[in-house]
């Protein structure tokens, strides 16, 4: 085959084509992933697009924290609870042992020892009883404490069950208004949280957590 020969004047060096071009150095260095306070990735984006929605298994999250929907006791249970600490290890319930129980309403953090998420963020959720026994205050504590201890740990990613939902008797649809309500919430004052995600263990919670969450974006929309 007959090859092309251009005179040397015209042969091409490809290097020069690829060489990279200079880029102006800022005189600052930029904001980085670890820039410390300042950090605010969170804050760019809408609510909607920091909350995510999925059906799933919350311990094989890898996450800075998962929420547990534990007991006043903090010294394990069934439901999500058993399946936390059985993921977790004994070093879990050890670790809860020194915890003195927490109050319905509130949190209290531990590490994750084996499950993939770093830490376990162990909430006590409200028996459900009528609606108007102070359920609502409480269950919102849970997700306004845990929110709070993610800010004070500076944790970027944190995965909730639907807490109350399962032997405490919470109807779903009210839970899912007062989880993704008081998570949307608290978010403005959480720059650094980049992603709240629920984990919905079947597709009759991640219906309801659906329905829930257009409602709050619709109405959002309304406001403006
Ligand atoms: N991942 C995500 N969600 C789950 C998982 C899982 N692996 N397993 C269950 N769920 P429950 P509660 C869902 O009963 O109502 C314990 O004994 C489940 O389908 O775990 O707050 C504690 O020790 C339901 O939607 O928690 C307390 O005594 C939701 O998690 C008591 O139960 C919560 O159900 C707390 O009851």
Not at 34 to 63: C, F, N
Request: glycine share 10%; aromatic share 6%; proline share 7%.
């Amino acid at each position: 085959m007959q090859g092309i020969s251009l005179p040397n004047s015209q042969i091409i060096d490809p290097r020069a084509y690829f060489r990279p071009a200079k880029v102006p150095q800022p005189a600052t260095p930029a904001l980085t992933l670890d820039s410390g306070p300042h950090y605010t990735a969170g804050m760019e984006l809408q609510w909607t697009q920091r909350i995510r929605l999925k059906q799933g298994d919350i311990t094989r999250e890898a996450v800075d924290a998962i929420v547990n929907a534990a007991n006043i006791s903090l010294l394990g249970g069934g439901g999500v609870d058993g399946a936390i600490h059985q993921a977790a290890g004994p070093r879990l319930l050890e670790e809860c042992k020194t915890l003195g129980g927490c109050p319905t309403g509130s949190a209290k953090i531990t590490q994750g020892y084996r499950l993939p998420a770093k830490h376990v963020i162990h909430a006590v959720g409200p028996v459900y009883r009528d609606g108007r026994s102070g359920e609502p205050e409480q269950l919102a504590g849970c997700y306004r404490t845990a929110m709070a201890l993610a800010r004070q740990h500076k944790l970027r990613t944190i995965a909730f069950p639907a807490i109350s939902c399962g032997v405490y008797g919470y109807p779903l649809d009210e839970a899912a208004r007062i989880a993704l309500g008081t998570v949307r919430d608290e978010l403005p004052r959480s720059p650094r949280i980049e992603q709240a995600i629920f984990v919905l263990f079947d597709a009759r919670a991640l219906a309801a957590y659906e329905k829930a969450f257009k409602e709050l974006s619709s109405s959002d929309e309304n406001k403006k």
